[in-house]
């Protein structure tokens, strides 16, 4: 029997080596709330006595007290003291939606009436609801202490959450919906009541173990290596020729990882097979589950929903760790084992699809190390663009006077940060370049965020807010609408980001024929994003190529982006 396929992602959950306890740093200085920032009710936090104090007031949704800087994977300790007859909570890898805080939230659970106790339990705030609470898990729940000081751990790595209270197991959750956000601490709205309960949290620690991102291993322009005699099309990758089912191998042999996907299958549900005798899909009725090849049911579905066979786009995920798998169909648990098999020393992951099947994107998830190259002093010969001594004697507005003279920019310019002023039009370089590196440091606002740096003002490298955004040919890092960055590694809006970029022009013959596209390297955040691709065309708006060289355009496209830092070196 062909089963119709699915998805594919990785990422190494192993458990990361946590660094000592002096290596944690404290979010909470014991004195003020600097580096916090009030989102959503009207509940109060002040600091008593070396620690925060939440109260609450009546009419008020939930507050949260959040940290300004975002974290991603982390260590993280508190302790808490609460009113039995107020509901709170920790928030982590969080993010503000239109006025309200959403994301994982670590509950406190005092709920003295009911005994319910699960605190340290894992819900998703204004989303999914509960995602591990602890009803099966009496000795976390023993562990609480009410009206006491209680002392929380929580280690977030990857797409693996665990918790611990008053130093026992409590939740453990393989979810990647969110994987970096701020972390906030709850007071729960109260309705009508008017004497104000009370929360207190103190000793908050926590220890940066770096991130994890998507990687994608299809790039919508050329063709995998493990997925040779298929096609690509239209910026998808189709895996079956018309009533040839195909089954291929990707490289590498992976026992724990993290993989998502978008997919078409409009004849079918999608399979993935892995560790040589497990398999995990989409469900023989459409509702998803987890079935070992013998035939054995390893895990019904969770929710019941049929995934029904048509056209729709879907974004699919799969997480195994140790013999825990778990499948997610656009954020939402379909399927959950503890009881996967094979081979303990790796497995080959294999995809098997059917008719019609087409994927538009592929992704792993991998730890990565985003670290910003900022304030980066220019290689020798180099010239400084933009800095606080370079003035605009580098730039004039795109296109130059109607006279035919430079015209002078109409952004901003203070202490070498050039803002966009949105309608003043782009700016270019004077000077025209073929071979180069070039250093560039950006901030984009909390809004679309949208410039690029269009190299010979024929390629462009697209800026845009893209934190916390799914894979996107446009998305920040993206050679526009050709090719996407390998991984998103964005920062929040405001933040400062580096893009180090070097850049081989196309080769011409005499006749103006061209012998060899352009190729280029984007670094950004420290992180390669396109590792010396070819550039078989002008992107976007460029204008057509040329074997003349061009100037560097920054682009106004009507967000006020800042720039600083820039320098070329010609090679």
Not at 46 to 65: D, K, M, Q, Y
Not at 82 to 97: F, K, Y
Not at 504 to 515: H, L, M, N, S
Request: glycine content about 12%; some cysteine; aromatic content about 8%.
């Amino acid at each position: 029997m062909i089963r119709p396929m699915c998805f594919l992602l990785l990422c190494l959950v192993a458990t990361p080596s946590i660094s000592s306890a002096q290596d944690a740093q404290p979010l909470f200085d014991g004195k003020t709330l600097n580096g916090w920032s009030t989102r959503g009710g009207k509940a109060t936090y002040a600091v008593e006595g070396g620690v925060i104090v939440g109260r609450s007031v009546p009419h008020s949704r939930n507050t949260f007290l959040c940290t300004n800087q975002h974290y991603s994977d982390f260590d993280l300790s508190y302790e808490f003291k609460v009113d039995p007859e107020l509901n709170s909570g920790v928030q982590i890898r969080s993010h503000e939606v239109d006025g309200h805080v959403a994301g994982y939230q670590i509950e406190i659970d005092p709920d003295e009436k009911r005994k319910r106790y699960w605190t340290a339990g894992i819900y998703d705030e204004s989303r999914r609801g509960w995602l591990d609470d602890l009803k099966d898990n009496a000795p976390a729940r023993e562990a609480f202490k009410p009206r006491e000081w209680n002392r929380v751990r929580v280690l977030a790595v990857g797409s693996h959450i665990r918790t611990w209270i008053n130093g026992v197991p409590a939740a453990d959750l393989l979810d990647s919906l969110m994987l970096s956000g701020f972390i906030g601490l709850q007071v729960h709205g109260v309705g009508g009541r008017t004497d104000p309960l009370e929360i207190r949290w103190r000793n908050i620690t926590l220890i940066d173990l770096g991130a994890h991102r998507w990687r994608s291993l299809f790039d919508g322009i050329s063709l995998p290596s493990w997925a040779a005699g298929q096609a690509v099309r239209g910026g998808r990758l189709l895996l079956a020729a018309k009533d040839k089912p195909l089954s291929f191998e990707l490289p590498g042999e992976y026992r724990d990882f993290t993989l998502r996907a978008s997919f078409r299958s409009p004849r079918g549900a999608p399979t993935l097979d892995f560790r040589s005798v497990s398999t995990l899909w989409g469900g023989r009725d459409g509702t998803g589950g987890v079935w070992a090849k013998s035939g054995e049911t390893l895990a019904p579905t969770v929710s019941g929903k049929p995934i029904p066979a048509n056209d729709q786009e879907r974004s699919v995920t799969v997480t195994t760790l140790g013999r825990r798998g778990v499948v997610h169909v656009g954020g939402q648990r379909i399927a959950a084992t503890d009881a996967l098999v094979g081979d303990d020393s790796g497995a080959q992951v294999k995809l098997a699809a059917g008719d019609g099947l087409d994927l538009g994107q592929l992704h792993l998830l991998q730890p990565v190390k985003i670290a910003p190259t900022l304030g980066l002093p220019p290689v020798s010969g180099a010239r400084v663009l933009l800095g606080p001594e370079s003035g605009w004697k580098h730039f004039s507005k795109s296109g130059g006077s109607k006279s035919g003279g430079d015209q002078a920019p109409g952004w901003s310019l203070n202490d070498g940060v050039a803002e966009v002023v949105p309608g003043q039009g782009s700016i270019e370089t004077k000077e025209s370049y073929d071979d180069f590196q070039m250093h560039v440091e950006f901030s984009v606002p909390a809004d679309q965020g949208n410039s690029g740096v269009y190299i010979q003002r024929r390629y462009e490298v697209q800026i845009l807010n893209s934190y916390n955004m799914n894979d996107d040919p446009s998305n920040c890092g993206s050679l526009y609408r050709l090719r996407r960055p390998d991984i998103n590694v964005s920062l929040p809006p405001h933040e400062w980001q580096s893009y180090d970029i070097t850049f081989t022009a196309p080769r011409w013959d005499e006749a103006g024929a061209k012998t060899e596209n352009a190729r280029i390297t984007v670094v950004h955040n420290g992180v390669i994003i396109h590792d010396d691709v070819e550039v078989s065309r002008k992107t976007g708006a460029g204008k057509p190529e040329a074997a003349s060289a061009g100037p560097i355009l920054l682009q106004d496209h009507g967000n006020r982006i800042r720039y600083r830092n820039v320098w070329i070196a010609r090679r």
